[in-house]
Structures are given as structure tokens and as C-alpha cells.
């Protein structure tokens, strides 16, 4: 309990220092360019891929219920407010957490115990700007792109199962998607992936630079790291939907 106390405390102030004016002068732009790389180019396959399969499976079961009921037109605009508003961005949130949260951990972690923290501190290099700070950046630039590219896979993976099992004109599919998205929309799932990758990644660097007991240690932190990662998104996901998406008029009395 006293742990989780400490690093809720260093959570806090550690976002409270994002605020401050001076950040982007104080920010690593070469290690930056380095975690970019890492969030971005080496996690899209697996976005896609996922987006995809995960696409295919969700219209599979939906599809056919609306075809039952004859409401052919809705299927693209179902699909398309669940990918916007909720699905995307969780699924993105939840790759990332695996695959890039954990090894932000892993990677502070292993420096903390190696004392390459102190290496860095004797060098005169701040950690917070050489570590904290590319990390944090890196994840929020980079997860609204990756969402959008997972909305993109999400759309294609719908309308070929519609078309190839369902025999619903393709076309006709992307008509009634296009007809029930909004700009805003669009806008309001990138603030979530933003506000989602700001937590997991101050979360993931909390986590690591407070770790101890070797590499036992090393692991718990990592696990702990994705575990609260994962609750903290969820948690956030019905926070922001409730006030994002919470008003009374349907989506589809534009239809």
C-alpha cells in the first residue's frame, strides 16, 4: 500500500510538471526521434492486424442480427460509431500498454537497478527530460495516428466480410458509414487516445523509476505496470464517454 502511495504521489507531480511553459526547451529531441520510432512504425502491423481480425469477428456476430431485422442501412453506421467512439480507441490503448507500456517499464526499470540513473544524473543529464519526457511525447503524437489507422483497418476488415458473406454492396456499406460519422467524432476519439497515452506512459515511467529488488523486482514492476495501465484505461474510457457521447439524440436520426 505505501508503494502504490508513493507512486500515485510521483504520478501526480510528474503530470503536474508537463504543465509547466519550459518543457519543449528542457525535451530530448534525438531520444524523441528514437521512441517515435518505437511507438509508431514498429507497433502499426500489429494495430492492423488486430483492428482486423477483431473487425472481422465484430461484424460476423452484428451483421447478421441487423439483416434479420431488415436494417440493412444501419450496418455501416453501427459499426462505424462503435469503432470512432469506443472500440478503437481502447484497442489501440490496449496493444500499446502490451507491447510498448511494458517495455518503457521493463527498459526504466533495468536502468534503475544497473544505476544507469545515477550514470546519467553524475553525467549531468536529467533524467525527466532525457527519459520522462521523449516517452511521453512519443506516445502522444504517435497513438492518434495509429488509431486512425486502425479505424481505416477496422472499416476495410467490415465492409469485405459484409460483401463476401453478407452480400451487401460495398459501396452501399460505406454510404451508410459515411452518413452517421461526424468530424467531431473523429475529434473526440483522438483527445481519448491522447489522454489515454499521456497516463500510460507517465504510468510506465512511474513504475520503472521507483522499482527495486533486482530482477525480480524488474518483472513486478512491469507486470504491476501493465495491470494499472489497463484499469486506468478503461476507467477513463467511460469517464470521457459519458461526458463525450452521453447526450440523449441518436446518430442515427440523421439517416
Known amino acids: 500500500m505505501n508503494e502504490f502511495i508513493y507512486r500515485a504521489k510521483l504520478f501526480i507531480k510528474m503530470l503536474a510538471c ?9 525535451l530530448s529531441y534525438k531520444n524523441l526521434l528514437d521512441q517515435l520510432v518505437l511507438v509508431g512504425p514498429n507497433s502499426l502491423f500489429i494495430i492492423m492486424t488486430t483492428s482486423f481480425f477483431v473487425s472481422l469477428v465484430l461484424s460476423l456476430q452484428i451483421v447478421k442480427e441487423f439483416l434479420y431485422l431488415n436494417a ?3 450496418v455501416g453506421s453501427v459499426l462505424a460509431i462503435s469503432f470512432i467512439r469506443e472500440l478503437s480507441p481502447v484497442l489501440t490503448s490496449i496493444i500499446i500498454i502490451g507491447k510498448v507500456g511494458s517495455f518503457f517499464t521493463a527498459e526504466i526499470a533495468t536502468m534503475n537497478i544497473t544505476e544507469q540513473i545515477d550514470a546519467l544524473l553524475i553525467l549531468g543529464i536529467n533524467p525527466m527530460n532525457y527519459l520522462f519526457l521523449p516517452r511521453v ?9 495509429l488509431n486512425l489507422f486502425s479505424l481505416f483497418t477496422s472499416f476495410i476488415s467490415s465492409s469485405f466480410i459484409c460483401s463476401v458473406i453478407y452480400s ?14 461526424f468530424f467531431i467524432d473523429i475529434l473526440k476519439s483522438t483527445l481519448k487516445v491522447l489522454v489515454f497515452g499521456l497516463f500510460i506512459s507517465i504510468i510506465s515511467y512511474v513504475w520503472g523509476i521507483t522499482t527495486t529488488g533486482g530482477s525480480k523486482g524488474v518483472g ?3 507486470t504491476s505496470s501493465v ?3 489497463l484499469t486506468i484505461v478503461f476507467i477513463l474510457n467511460f469517464i470521457l464517454s459519458y461526458f463525450m457521447f452521453s447526450d440523449l439524440v441518436s446518430s442515427f436520426e440523421i439517416l
Not at 508537463?18 to 528542457?26: D, E, G, H, Q, S
Open 18 to 26: 508537463l504543465f509547466n511553459p519550459t518543457v519543449l526547451f528542457r
Open 168 to 181: 451487401i454492396d460495398t459501396a452501399f456499406f460505406f454510404q451508410s458509414l459515411v452518413y452517421s460519422v
Open 227 to 229: 495491470v494499472a495501465s
Open 137 to 145: 511525447f512519443a506516445m502522444i503524437l504517435t497513438l492518434p495516428f
Open 220 to 222: 513486478l514492476s512491469t
Open 72 to 74: 440493412t442501412d444501419l
